[in-house]
């Protein structure tokens, strides 16, 4: 399979949330396939309306964003590569995940303290970087149109994505921009569906290396197992 972007994700390991969710979306990245969505009654818009934006990527957390490969540099190199790196970081252990809204979207994000997950996120973004091709104009273009801060645009320049670093808020996306008149409808539905989901901690024991595919879809390449001799508490 050839792919024009990679990234480094957050997947969470096979069960009822990870299931749920590809279902939810539309897109299962773990297979590569398509899923059947859920009948949730109830809902003001059609779930494949309601998931639209977010169902390419597949169910996730971004670690290191999508990027081009840089001349020169390969696939295979990045998989060498992105394996030892993950492999010299410890596991995480969150609190646990809670639905939130983030503006106009609808995402899980993580309750408790994140540090250790943004210290291995930045370690991602870093150590990594050499195998990012630079951002395009169209891509500046692109990003700029969110109104970004003087800070932000700086991170855009030197690292392809104005939200790494200190603007780096883990979050795994579940709709696409909602108004105001659904908002409330489709967060109080999939909370009921989810809850029972989101009991207890979360440990962050692999991170995955996930490829854009020529029909703009991401599939998992392959899961990279993060180190069990080093803990990394995040909440």
Not at 49 to 75: D, M, N, S, V
Request: hydrophobic share 40%; glycine share 8%.
């Amino acid at each position: 399979m050839t792919y024009s972007r990679y990234a480094i994700y957050y997947t969470p390991a096979p069960g009822p949330l990870s299931d749920f969710a590809a279902a939810w979306l539309g897109w299962d990245i773990e297979t590569g396939t398509p899923r059947a969505h859920p009948d949730l009654p109830g809902l003001p818009l059609a779930i494949d309306k309601i998931t639209q934006t977010p169902r390419k990527y597949g169910f996730h957390a971004t670690i290191k964003p999508p990027f081009r490969l840089a001349p020169g540099r390969t696939g295979d190199e990045l998989l060498r590569d992105a394996r030892a790196l993950v492999a010299s970081q410890g596991r995480v252990t969150l609190d646990g995940l809670s639905l939130s809204q983030l503006g106009r979207f609808l995402a899980l994000t993580v309750t408790g303290e994140t540090e250790a997950l943004n210290t291995l996120a930045a370690t991602m973004v870093r150590d990594l970087d050499h195998f990012r091709a630079p951002a395009t104009q169209d891509e500046l273009t692109r990003r700029r149109a969110a109104r970004l801060s003087p800070r932000q645009d700086a991170l855009l320049l030197d690292w392809g994505y104005p939200y790494v670093f200190e603007e780096f808020r883990f979050h795994m996306t579940l709709s696409g921009k909602l108004s105001e008149d659904v908002m409330p409808a489709v967060r109080d539905r999939l909370r009921i569906a989810l809850d029972p989901l989101l009991q207890g901690p979360v440990t962050i024991g692999t991170l995955s290396l996930v490829g854009e595919r020529p029909d703009k879809l991401f599939e998992i390449i392959e899961h990279l197992p993060l180190s069990p001799a080093k803990q990394g508490v995040g909440g």
